[in-house]
């Protein structure tokens, strides 16, 4: 995948926009993560720190597509890598936080406003994710819509990184299409 990133002739981010795009945006989608991960707790009337004690495994139907469920997600995304192991737990949470700095790096080295959006939206979500583990051992999980058969449960930090991925991919297209057509057009 190809971000677009600094030619040689072009400055990183400046400072006040790294801030915004690797630092405001995220922690403000990073609140947005953790309420409504503690409004889930609420409705099932369960502290917000349920999923350091127990798994309640709970389902709530709201529409005949759409079901509210609080489940606690002690692997990966898509619920593999199951199983409840320190190691493991403290290893996912260190790696979100060294992608978290790979990313603001990255960041600041891409010119492509879809691409810094992108990765401000995986930034949070990768945070958002981690202060759960770091906190609780576990991620909360509620969204799930396996009424109409998709069978895994998520969160709003993993439709971050879902969309976020989905924007770089995106950009990278773009910005492979620009290019081609930058080249063309100098080759006339």
């Not at 400046?14 to 609140?31: D, S, Y």
């Not at 403290?90 to 879809?114: N, P, S």
């Not at 401000?120 to 202060?131: F, K, P, R, T, Y």
């Not at 058969?149 to 299409?177: H, K, M, P």
């Amino acid at each position: 995948m190809q971000v677009e990133t600094q030619n040689s002739s072009s400055k990183p981010l400046a400072w006040q926009k790294l801030a915004l795009l690797g630092g405001f945006i995220p922690v403000i989608l990073v609140a947005l993560d953790q309420w409504s991960k503690w409004a889930t707790t609420r409705f099932f009337n369960l502290p917000f720190d349920i999923c350091s004690k127990d798994d309640p495994n709970l389902t709530y139907e709201l529409t005949p597509i759409f079901d509210l469920s609080l489940l606690c997600n002690r692997g990966i995304s898509w619920g593999m890598m199951q199983g409840d192991s320190s190691i493991k737990r403290w290893g996912l949470t260190l790696f979100a936080f060294l992608m978290t700095v790979v990313l603001i790096f990255v960041l600041r080295k891409t010119h492509d406003r879809l691409g810094q959006l992108s990765l401000s939206l995986v930034i949070a979500g990768a945070v958002g994710n981690a202060i759960d583990r770091l906190f609780f051992g576990a991620v909360t999980d509620m969204i799930d819509f396996s009424d109409i058969g998709f069978n895994y449960v998520f969160n709003v930090a993993d439709s971050y990184i879902t969309v976020g991925v989905i924007g770089l991919f995106l950009s990278s297209f773009l910005t492979e299409r620009r290019e081609k057509a930058a080249a063309k057009l100098s080759a006339e």
